[in-house]
């Protein structure tokens, strides 16, 4: 694990959203899930488009570009066309503010 960074505060990203951050040269979409946040690679894995501006079910995000879905607590797959997982890193919350480990977790390694 590396060190954890500050890529936002709670209040910055309401529930159901998502929101693009930069952490050591990574584009990461960052969702807040009833208050749960989740933080996976921001690029889908089928085409290049943001997933931090998809449609945000539970714990499932929808590309905003074709419709490829990703399980936000693993990363995998769930909804072609896409099908290769996305991957996921940690993140915490420590008082008002959201922190994620820069170093990738696997896809299906979330939690």
Known sequence: MGE?????????????QGKLVEVDGRYIALFNVDGQFYAVDDECTHAAASLSEGFVEG???????HGGQFDLRTGEAVWSPAVIPVATYAVRVEGDDVLVDPEPRQPGHGG
């Open 59 to 65: 714990t499932i995000v929808e590309c905003p570009l």
């Open 4 to 16: 954890f960074v500050r890529v936002a505060r709670v209040d910055e990203v309401a529930p159901g």
